[in-house]
């Protein structure tokens, strides 16, 4: 039982790792980027890429793949995404929807179709018995780093200046210019940021969840429901979403495995039908 | 990029070749290879062309005084493409046979354009046993999951293995996994404890694997498509269920020799049930290896290569032996009865079914000079596809 939470939670942590980049680009800056998982996929690839291929250790592959989508994520929103700032949702949705297809087949060619596969350092592997429970390493490893991450989110958002302009800048754009906040800049770091933050949610999920060339479409789904189950105005939101599709997902599996692939849908539109702006919100927008 | 480089050299190469001998014009008979060549399922593709080419590249494109040409098509894993693909091939450029078909959906579109242009149609690949009666007309040369599901069921009755927990993701070939193997594991009187199905697309196995372990079985039986069973078999190993004292088996999809290197130690040990081993010990099958890897250096040849491969043996051997007529009805009466050496053993055409006929071996991973390779210990003979040995 214990197991089964832990487990969930594990993998809720992992979904929020992976979503909360959706949530800042599209509740912060009110863009629909449906390529989110691309990032997630090029974060999960530098690992692979780096572990497998020149035997780096798995502790650096994690920075690295943080640091590589971030990279790719500011490049890509300086040259394509800017411009579609204002652009109706439409447009976006088919435009990012096509970088979609476009990481795929190049993952595909310069990679390979296969599911990849990264070994995890000895004591990250195996698990461990915590009073009885049985706990993966790995798990308690993603569990923590991914709590510590939530939290240092959290107070970048709500305490530090650029938190501050950040939110300004969304509420209305063009006072936060008016009052000498350089908006571009902003969007542009949060954008990397969020990026970066799913290319690191793809390497921790390499091991987990998987990582062939269709990564980007497969887990699009889930990113949504957490984004729109959680609300996209805050980070805590999307967090507790995560870890109620996490446990839910799990402990539904677990126990009805009948009909263990349609709880978490079926709590989404439970959670939309009493609160269809998300968890959390600022309510009235 | 080497790999589709070296494609266009060959490409280049067959052309010029064709430009040298315009003056007797020889005929050509095209073979249409339908495969999901992109997608979640290129590996497939890649795998079985690579292995119908090395066929060509080993016995040459002449049989029975026709040119054989090979016509590769991307259907991407979708069951609609596949059938408007095998029309074009058939109507627009004068294929007279269909081979390939990645997925029991794909092979199954294509059953009524088999039957209605008499084309004669060779399944590489997919695996669901009732494929064969969708047309008259489609002949198999890779296995059913009931022809290897089946064994397994019988050496874990003999092996001490009492009580069983199945896990099999939850599509045609799965249940056909799953049925096979709980059948006859309980006629040799064993216990199937539990019986989950995993939905295809499916993230996160600890769950299920949870579950496996709170029923506390002998074993584990499992069917997965190979790239899921890798990642499965990597949280088998982290969930302790080896220590637990859980043994692993399966089909041979779960240790696919294409990426079995890669999974690392967890997968050491388990025993599954297939119809070809990289490793297999023949002079035939280490003549195809070497072959195989002269084209191919970056992969290992999987059991889709081998149906590929045989394929091609089939149509060659058939065209042989009605003198070079493509035409359904004389090439599938050829086609019946059909026996040969193949990579994998000794395999026949059931001439009832048009289903193939081979050798099932009972294999563990093991580490061999470095590499993890499915080591053979155990053959069960000349074993027909029981779904429909029993419907009869």
Known sequence: MLTILFDGIAYGMLLFILACGLTVTLGLMNFINLAHGAFAMAGGYVTVIMMNRYGISFYWCLPAAF?????????LERTLYQWLYQAPHLDQ??????????????????????????NLPPELSGRMDVFGVGVGRYRL?????????????????????FGSRLRAAVDDR??????????????????????GLAGLGGAMGAEILGLDPNFPLKFMIYFLIVVSVGGTSTVSGPFLAAMLLGIADVAGK????????????????????LRPNGLFTRGGR | MLKRRTLIAAASVALCGLAAIPAYAQETIKVGLILPMTGPFASTGRQVSAGAKTFIATHG???????????????????????????ELVVNDGAKVLAGFGLTPLAMAVGPVATQAKIPTVVMAAGTASITKASEYITRTSGTLPQYSLPVGTWAAQNGIKKVVTLVSDYGPGIDAEKWFSKEFKAKGGEITEAVRV?????DFAPFLQRVRDAKPDAVFVFLPSGAGALFMKQFAD?????????????????????????GKPALGTITGHFYATAHDSPENKAYVAAFKKGNPDMRPNFMSVGGYDGMALIYAALEKTKGDPTGPAFMAAVKGLSWVSPRGPVSIDPETRDIIQNIYMREVKDVGGELHNVEFATFKDLKDPEKAEAK
């Open chain 2, 199 to 203: 939905p295809l697309a499916n993230p």
């Open chain 1, 141 to 161: 490893f993603t569990i923590i780093l991914c709590a510590i991450l939530a939290v240092v989110l959290q107070l970048i958002l709500s305490k530090t200046r």
């Open chain 1, 174 to 195: 063009r006072v936060a210019i008016g009052l000498g906040i350089n908006v571009p800049v902003v969007f542009a770091l949060t954008f990397a940021f969020g990026s």
């Open chain 1, 93 to 118: 949705v088919l435009f990012s929807i096509g970088i979609v297809f476009m990481a795929i087949a190049a993952t595909d060619y310069f990679m390979g179709g296969q599911q990849q596969l990264i």
């Open chain 1, 254 to 273: 677990y126990y009805v495995p009948a009909i263990g692939p349609f709880v978490i849908y079926g709590l989404m539109i439970i959670m939309l039908i």
């Open chain 1, 67 to 75: 640091l590589v989508s971030a990279a790719i994520g500011l490049i």
């Open chain 2, 61 to 87: 494109d002449t049989v029975a005084g026709k040119k054989i040409e090979l016509v590769i098509r991307d259907d991407a894993g979708t069951a609609d493409q596949t059938r408007r693909i095998a029309q």
């Open chain 2, 239 to 263: 969930r302790g269920l080896t220590e637990a004292g859980v043994k692993l088996i399966a089909t041979g999809d779960v240790t696919d020799d294409d990426i079995l290197n890669s999974m």
